[in-house]
């Protein structure tokens, strides 16, 4: 089976230019979260959606914003990228939403470099 | 603001030795507790987990101890092998129904065969 996949892996962009970030769950899952990772810190939560809806919002600027598919998929879009947005963006997904044992399972991430 | 810590950004051990890594958390709202492992250009895996009703879950080489009271937590490999070494998250979630993950900043843990 499948896991969590993103694309692209790489992406290069320049200050104030708009990014989109793809992400499948993994078969079944329907919640969708994202999370960026700067170098040298842990993952940080930027969303959570699950059946379409936003579920959760972390501490980011309306820069940031999201969907979900019908098919469960996902997209990240970041407007006006400054270098501080440079940063690993990782997809993860679980069965459900709302129950808090429920474990996260990661993609492999898609690394951005803002110039 | 940190609610989950990991004050020692690296560890080495010598293979077959115990492997102890530490984590901090200061939110008494979270109420399970993750441990992931990654691997340069891979995202993280998930290890092992633990319920804030249990102090002890054990899976294998690993075990997390969990204490509540000082709000602390701790993964042991036993024994210690060469592909342990990676960097470990130690990550926790609150008891308001969202399972986002508040994570700690990492240890990178070196096994010397």
């Known amino acids: 089976d499948a896991g969590v996949t993103q694309s692209p892996t790489h992406l290069i962009k320049t200050r104030g230019q708009q990014v989109t970030l793809r992400c499948s769950p993994i078969?079944?899952?329907?919640?969708v979260s994202w999370y960026q990772q700067v170098l040298g810190q842990g993952p940080q939560f930027i969303f959570q959606?699950?059946?379409?809806?936003?579920?959760g919002r972390g501490n980011f600027p309306d820069r940031f914003s999201a969907r979900q598919f019908p098919n469960y998929s996902s997209e990240l879009n970041v407007n006006a990228l400054l270098l501080g947005d440079s940063a690993l963006y990782l997809c993860?997904?679980?069965?459900?939403?709302?129950?808090?044992?429920?474990?996260?399972?990661f993609g492999s991430g898609t690394q951005l470099s803002v110039l | 603001d940190q609610q989950v810590k990991q004050n020692s950004p690296s560890l080495s051990v010598q293979e077959g030795r115990i492997s102890i890594l530490n984590c901090d958390y200061t939110?008494?709202?979270?109420?399970?507790f993750l441990w992931y492992k990654k691997y340069p250009a891979e995202g993280p895996t998930f290890l092992i987990s633990?319920?804030?009703?249990?102090d002890k879950n054990e899976d294998g080489r690993f075990t997390v101890f969990l204490n509540k009271s000082a709000k602390h937590l701790s993964l042991h490999i036993v024994p210690s092998q060469p592909g342990d070494s990676a960097v470990y998250f130690c990550?926790?979630?609150?008891?308001?129904?969202?399972?986002?993950?508040?994570f700690g900043t990492g240890t990178r843990l070196t096994v010397i065969p």
């Open positions: 939110n008494s709202m979270f109420d399970y």
């Open positions: 959606y699950y059946e379409k809806e936003e579920r």
């Open positions: 993860a997904s679980s069965l459900v939403w709302g129950e808090t044992n429920e474990k996260l399972f």
């Open positions: 990550a926790a979630s609150g008891g308001d129904g969202a399972n986002n993950l508040f």
């Open positions: 633990i319920s804030s009703i249990k």
């Open positions: 078969s079944g899952h329907k919640s």
